[in-house]
Each structure stands twice: as structure tokens, then as C-alpha cells.
């Protein structure tokens, strides 16, 4: 009869060291970002209203190019943040918010100065929702697995860049906002008024 009493030692515990703690962290927030991202963006598909079945096909005759400009006329004119408005410019807002939040600017938001002004109410600053806005839209496209290995990189150069330079340039939409995270300010600046045409001088 063999002894039971002896028990048999249990797996080691994982430890994992110290230094790598914060790449686990860093690497944990991102994909969190990622998660509420595409919940956004389910959310979004989720609430666009079913194609009709009923809409009638394009004749083999029609060409490609005619079929897709009617197409177009139909359905929603653009994707871009500045083309909605009320509850759909209110829930691209919150998707943009959590991708600006929680992976831009911890990973690109660098230092605040006055060569490089930023303003947390960017939301607040039309060009600036408009300049992100379309940053995020070709972050999702380039960074999607179809965009291929180089997607990435065409990001980082392509629209990134440009994007930083314009954005947070001394003379762009936060020159009147915080250059110090002990001075904050904010600021909208004033744009021009448009002309009125008809008018007597």
C-alpha cells in the first residue's frame, strides 16, 4: 500500500521580472484601446440600418462607374467626422476620444512647449477633430492586416508626420492653448468671418 500522505509539489509560480512590467502594462493599454475601438466601431456597424433587398441592381449595360455614382447619392456622403452631424458626429467623437486618449497620446503626445503647444479640450478645436479624425481613419486602414507588413510605416510617414507638424505647430489651432502643463489655457481662436455677398458698401 503506498503512502498518500505526501503530496506532490505544485507548478512554481510565475514571476515576471520587474523591468518588463511596464511593456506588459504599455502593451496591455493598447490592446485595451484596440478592444474599445472595434466595440465602437461594432456599435456603429451594429446601429446603420440593413441594406433594402429590394434596391434594384444595376443593369449589365450600366457602366461600373455610373452605378457607383448613383450608389453614392444614396447612401451617406462621406465618412469624415465634419460631414455628420447631431447623434452620429456625438458617437464618432467617443470612438476618436478613446483612440486619442488612450493610444495616441500616450505613445506620440510627447512634451508640451510653445514650439508645441496642445490643448486637452482639443475636442473643442474644429481643425484639430478634423486633422485627428482623419488620422484615426487612415490608422484603422493601414494598420488593419490586409494594408500588408509596410502599413505601418506608409502610417507613421504619411499621415502621422504630417499631421504632428501641422497640429502642434506654434501658429496651429492650439497657439492660443496650454504651452505648460502647469499653465494650462484654452483658448478657441477666432476664424474669419465669411464674406457677405449682395451687401451695399
Same mark, same amino acid.
Given at each position: 500500500?503506498?503512502? %498518500?500522505?505526501?503530496? %506532490? ?44 433587398? @429590394?434596391?434594384?441592381?444595376? #443593369?449589365? =449595360?450600366?457602366?461600373?462607374? $455610373?452605378?457607383? =455614382?448613383?450608389?453614392? #447619392? =444614396?447612401? &451617406? @456622403? ?11 458626429? !456625438? ?29 486637452? +479640450? ?5 481643425? #484639430?477633430?478634423?486633422? *485627428?479624425?482623419?488620422?484615426? *481613419?487612415?490608422? $484603422? +486602414? ?11 510605416? %506608409? ?8 499631421? *504632428? ?7 496651429? &489651432?492650439?497657439? !492660443? ?12 481662436? @477666432? %476664424? ?7 451687401? !451695399?458698401?
Amino acid at each position: 500500500m503506498s503512502d %498518500t500522505s505526501k503530496t %506532490t509539489p505544485g507548478p512554481e509560480p510565475f514571476r515576471v521580472p520587474d523591468g518588463d512590467l511596464d511593456d506588459l502594462a504599455s502593451t496591455l493599454a493598447k490592446t485595451m484601446a484596440e478592444v474599445r475601438q472595434h466595440g465602437v466601431i461594432l456599435d456603429r456597424l451594429g446601429s446603420e440600418p440593413a441594406p433594402a433587398s @429590394a434596391e434594384p441592381q444595376p #443593369a449589365d =449595360d450600366v457602366p461600373a462607374a $455610373q452605378a457607383a =455614382d448613383s450608389e453614392q #447619392a =444614396d447612401g &451617406p @456622403a462621406s465618412v469624415f467626422i465634419l460631414a455628420l452631424g447631431g447623434e452620429a458626429y !456625438a458617437v464618432e467623437l467617443a470612438a476618436l476620444s478613446n483612440w486619442v486618449n488612450y493610444l495616441f497620446l500616450p505613445v506620440y503626445g510627447r512634451e508640451i512647449s510653445t514650439t508645441r503647444p496642445w490643448c486637452a +479640450q482639443w475636442h473643442e478645436h474644429p481643425e #484639430a477633430v478634423a486633422r *485627428l479624425h482623419a488620422l484615426w *481613419l487612415a490608422w $484603422q +486602414q493601414l494598420t488593419d492586416a490586409e494594408a500588408g507588413l509596410s502599413g505601418p510605416s %506608409t502610417w507613421h510617414r504619411d499621415h502621422l508626420d504630417q499631421v *504632428l507638424v501641422h497640429l502642434r505647430a506654434p501658429d496651429g &489651432p492650439f497657439a !492660443a492653448c496650454t504651452t505648460s502643463p502647469t499653465r494650462p489655457n484654452h483658448r478657441v481662436l @477666432a %476664424t474669419p468671418a465669411p464674406e457677405q455677398s449682395g451687401l !451695399a458698401a
